[in-house]
């Protein structure tokens, strides 16, 4: 159909070239462009063009026809280059827009990683404090403050938890009860800052006495108590007491002094001697106290009649 409307629109103007040999370049644009009848609907512009010198009954030199195509074909693609130009500028902007949207997105995800981090560790170190204050708790209190030796409280837990394994593996608990002896006239004599050397030294070398497992404990001003777990042999009780005394005898360093002091000891063993914690304790509590009167009672008067036989 092209093709057929340019023949005749070339026969048209070869026809017609005679009658209008002179009209130039200028005037061939300006029949071009309003030669177009006003209701024309061509499907491109190479077609509308057809239309329009069809329309115009214009006797032009087919030369003129050939320039006004090259012209609009010319406008045409400086129209699509620019076109173009726009398309490749929307989509570059479109794709920096895209990438600077990735890009806060990439330092917004990396914020709040650095962010979660630092509140993890500020976790991390308020449970850290936490557990460090709770055990603080627990050693504050189930711990002497002078000695570091178990108190009262984790004295009765230790005593139970032994006649359990007793019960568990059949054999005995036994409690040391250990007081020295004149302690509050010493403490009175040379002052309370050597009576706290004195009874730290007296730990270290009672704990020294016994095993890992076992317990020594500071239930009062001048005593001590040994919890002994798993005994199988009651002489391992009396060797424990003898020690423990021998131990207490023994010079004590504080302050620049030298202090000798002396122990009075009572032992209670389960079950014989008690079936719980407070039975234990009232037990050894009862001979120590018995051996410590025995210490000061006179000795011995000789016999008149006997030493005149």
């Known amino acids: 159909m092209m093709r057929d409307r340019t023949a005749r629109l070339k026969s048209n103007s070869d026809l017609r070239a005679s009658r209008s040999p002179g009209r130039s ?28 010198l069809e329309a115009a009954h214009l006797g032009l030199p087919f030369y003129a026809v050939t320039l006004a195509v090259l012209l609009v074909s010319i406008a045409l693609i400086a129209r699509g280059r620019s076109l173009a130009r726009e398309q490749a500028r929307a989509q570059a902007e479109a794709l ?23 509140r993890s560790q500020e976790l991390e170190a308020a449970t850290r404090r936490l557990q460090e204050t709770e055990h603080r708790l627990q050693y504050n209190a189930h711990t002497d403050p002078l000695t570091g030796l178990a108190n009262r409280l984790l004295l009765g ?20 009860l250990v007081n020295i002896d004149d302690f509050n006239g010493m403490n009175a004599a040379f002052g309370e800052a050597v009576g706290d050397e004195v009874l730290k030294a007296a730990a270290a070398r009672l704990r020294g006495l016994v095993r890992e497992q076992d317990t020594v ?47 009075s000891v009572g032992c209670a063993i389960y079950p014989d001697g008690g079936t719980d914690a407070d039975g234990l304790l009232r037990h050894a509590g ?9 210490k000061d009672l006179p000795p011995p008067q000789a016999d008149p009649a006997a030493s005149a036989a």
């Open 286 to 294: 009862r001979l120590m106290r018995h051996a410590k009167r025995a």
């Open 217 to 263: 404990a500071r239930t009062g001003g001048d005593e001590f108590v040994i919890v002994l777990e798993e005994v199988f042999d009651t002489q391992d009780v009396q060797r424990v007491a003898s020690a423990a005394t021998t131990a207490l005898a023994q010079e004590f360093e504080a302050r620049g002094h030298a202090l000798t002091l002396g122990a």
């Open 25 to 52: 370049g200028a005037a061939v644009t300006a029949v071009i462009v309003l030669a177009a009848p006003p209701g024309a609907r061509a499907a491109d512009p190479a077609a509308r063009l057809v239309e329009c």
């Open 96 to 118: 920096a827009s895209r990438d600077q949207l990735i890009r806060t997105l990439q330092a917004s995800g990396e914020a709040l990683t650095r962010s979660l981090a630092q």
């Open 157 to 176: 837990d230790r005593i139970a938890h032994a006649i359990t394994r007793s019960k568990r593996h059949n054999c005995r608990t036994a409690v040391v």
